[in-house]
Each structure stands twice: as structure tokens, then as C-alpha cells.
T-cell receptor, first 114, second 114 residues
Framework: KAGVTQTPRYLIKTRGQQVTLSCSPI?????VSWYQQTPGQGLQFLFE???????NKGNFPGRFSGRQFSNSRSEMNVSTLELGDSALYLC?????????????FGPGTRLLVL | GENVEQHPSTLSVQEGDSAVIKCTYS??????FPWYKQELGKGPQLIID?????GEKKDQRIAVTLNKTAKHFSLHITETQPEDSAVYFC?????????????FGKGTTLSVSS
């Protein structure tokens, strides 16, 4: 079974631009969560989607948004990019999105904001 | 909210030695504790997890112990090999309202020298 895939793997943007990242979960998994990883803050939860609905959101500004499609694929969008948005963006999928359910991570999208 | 502290931040061992990484958590409602290994340029890979109804779990050279009373859990790697060199993250579930969100420790960089 194929793992979690993320595209693109690398991205360079300039301040003020917006960016869209894509995540395809493991086949059959219905929950997708997004995390931001930076050297200073570590891994931080952004939001989680299940059945095309955002169920939970972390402590990030409204510039960070996402959506989920009927096939469980998810996208996240960051508008008005800031230098501090440079990070590795990871998505993780799980079967039903239950609280103690195992989550599997993708390879991440590395975003550099200049 | 939940807070997870991880120690040490770096750990160097000789091949064949054991390595132990410790984490503490703050929310007594946390009930799931995964450990992830992240190699350079890759996403976190689940190596072992434990749920709050179990005190210890072992998978070949890797074991995890959980002390709910003291709110801490540990990763034990025996007979370390150079390929065990990576960054290891512990995590815990957030509050009941946080759904699947995982709260991560800051990571431990393990170096195994031959």
C-alpha cells in the first residue's frame, strides 16, 4: 500500500505571495492532519480534516487554511507569506481520525520564503 | 493545554550500547504516546507507540515504557547500530477537544558511532 504523498517536495516563494500544498493520504484513510516543523518551534499542529470538514485547528493565524476533497486528498494554503513561514510542512493520515489512532506522515514539503 | 518535554536533546553512544530517551507530559487525559524517527530529508516515521492502558511495549530492539502516575514515558533502544542515528520525537495526544492533534517533544538527536 502506498504511503502518504505530498507535492511539491520543495518550493521557493517570496514574501507576500501565497502557496498551496497538496497531500494524498494512505488509501482508505479518511483523516488528514497538517503540521509545521521549524528548528525553533519543532513540530506544531496546524489543523485536521475528516470527511471534508475541519475538525480541529491549532494556534496559527487565519493566513493558514486548508480543505479536503471527497477522495480524502487535502490541500493547505498559506496566504501573504512571511519569512517566518519557511518550514517543512508535513501531513499525516489516519484511518478514522480517532483520538488515539496511529498517524502516518508523508515526506513533507519544504517551503522557503525569501 | 498539553506540554511535552523531551530529554536529552542530543545523545551519543557507541555501537552496541543502549540508548534511553525520556519524555514527560502535563495532561493526565493524554492516552496515546507515539515515538517517531526522522532521518535527514524525510518525514517522521512511526517506530513504536503505546496507549495508556499498557505499561510497556516491545518490538525487537525497541521498547517503550509508560508511567501514568508520574506522567512520563521512555524509549529504550538496545544494541544500537549506526543506522539508528536520527532525530527521535516523542508525542502525546492533546486534550479531549483537540481530537487527533499530537503534541511533540523538541526531539533528540541520536548519534551511534561504530
Amino acid at each position: 500500500k502506498a504511503g502518504v504523498t505530498q507535492t511539491p517536495r520543495y518550493l521557493i516563494k517570496t514574501r507576500g505571495q501565497q502557496v498551496t500544498l497538496s497531500c494524498s493520504p494512505i488509501s482508505g484513510h479518511r483523516s488528514v492532519s497538517w503540521y509545521q516543523q521549524t528548528p525553533g518551534q519543532g513540530l506544531q499542529f496546524l489543523f485536521e480534516y475528516f470527511s471534508e470538514t475541519q475538525r480541529n485547528k491549532g494556534n496559527f493565524p487565519g493566513r493558514f487554511s486548508g480543505r479536503q476533497f471527497s477522495n480524502s486528498r487535502s490541500e493547505m494554503n498559506v496566504s501573504t507569506l512571511e519569512l517566518g513561514d519557511s518550514a517543512l510542512y508535513l501531513c499525516a493520515s489516519s484511518l478514522e481520525g480517532r483520538r488515539a489512532e496511529t498517524q502516518y506522515f508523508g515526506p513533507g514539503t519544504r517551503l522557503l520564503v525569501l | 493545554g498539553e506540554n511535552v518535554e523531551q530529554h536529552p536533546s542530543t545523545l551519543s553512544v557507541q555501537e552496541g550500547d543502549s540508548a534511553v530517551i525520556k519524555c514527560t507530559y502535563s495532561d493526565s487525559a493524554s492516552n496515546y504516546f507515539p515515538w517517531y524517527k526522522q532521518e535527514l530529508g524525510k518525514g517522521p516515521q512511526l517506530i513504536i507507540d503505546i496507549r495508556s492502558n499498557v505499561g510497556e511495549k516491545k518490538d525487537q530492539r525497541i521498547a517503550v515504557t509508560l508511567n501514568k502516575t508520574a506522567k512520563h514515558f521512555s524509549l529504550h533502544i538496545t544494541e544500537t547500530q549506526p543506522e539508528d542515528s536520527a532525530v527521535y520525537f516523542c508525542a502525546a495526544t492533546g486534550s479531549n477537544q483537540a481530537g487527533t492533534a499530537l503534541i511533540f517533544g523538541k526531539g533528540t538527536t541520536l548519534s551511534v558511532s561504530s
